[in-house]
């Protein structure tokens, strides 16, 4: 799962700031999944994108909360004014073709909020 | 809702043993179920995966059991190695829809020496 790189590696941000995180999917992958994980807690679907388009966004916080995945670079996941239940490790994962099956994650990014 | 449900929490074996994980699910629309593996700090990995239509499937130490009817999966590990201490998930998608993975809580296991 090298081949999915995510950054930062830890973010610290304060209440009330943006976290920016990034992730470039595997060359040749064009389908991007962002998962949480709470601490002690499997993994929870956010959403899901193609290039330039969201697929499914159920599993994403109705506010404070959007993903982008431009036709260049890589996908963003932005979390405005966070709070500190925002504190979690955010994964995301590519796939060559649509579907969770051969997909693979990146390292993940861990967020704290202080 | 809790759609994917894994047991135990967590687990010891001793290193040669065998160690088991079940999954139960309850969307009769899933049919794929993979599990992965994971290390502290690090991303899962996909360890095995399997589809309805087979009732086991075996790689190397790894072998997951199916029961459809039962909606039950299982993993084993055989020969259990110190180097298997992760914590381990199972899963499962739809293929009809965005195919998102539901994850089960994780089990963690320890292998001693």
């Known amino acids: 799962n090298a081949g999915v790189m995510q950054n930062p590696r830890h973010l610290v941000r304060r209440r009330g700031q943006e976290a920016r995180l990034r992730c470039s999917p595997m060359?040749?992958?064009?389908?991007v999944y962002w998962y949480r994980q709470l601490p002690e807690e499997g993994l929870k679907f956010m959403v899901y994108l193609q290039k330039e388009n969201i697929i499914d966004e159920s599993g994403m916080p109705k506010e404070r909360f959007s993903a982008e995945f431009p036709k260049e670079g890589p996908s963003i996941l932005r979390i405005q004014q966070v709070v500190r239940g925002d504190s979690a490790a955010y994964f995301c994962?590519?796939?060559?073709?649509?579907?969770?099956?051969?997909?693979?994650f990146g390292q993940g990014t861990r967020l704290t909020v202080v | 809702q809790q759609q994917v449900k894994q047991s135990p929490q967590s687990l010891i074996v001793q290193k040669g043993g065998i160690s088991i994980i079940n999954c139960a699910y309850e969307?009769?629309?899933?049919?794929?179920f993979p599990w992965y593996q994971q290390f502290p700090g690090k991303g899962p990995a996909l360890l095995i995966a399997?589809?309805?239509?087979?009732s086991e499937k075996k790689e190397g130490r790894f072998t997951i059991s199916f029961n459809k009817s039962a909606k039950q999966f299982s993993l084993h590990i055989m020969d259990s190695q110190p180097g298997d201490s992760a914590t381990y998930f199972c899963?499962?998608?739809?293929?009809?829809?965005?195919?998102?993975?539901?994850f089960g809580k994780g089990t963690k296991l320890t292998v001693n020496p």
């Open positions: 399997i589809r309805p239509d087979v």
């Open positions: 994962a590519s796939s060559q073709r649509g579907g969770n099956t051969e997909a693979f």
């Open positions: 899963a499962a998608a739809s293929q009809g829809g965005s195919e998102k993975l539901v």
């Open positions: 969307n009769t629309a899933f049919d794929y």
């Open positions: 060359k040749g992958h064009s389908h």
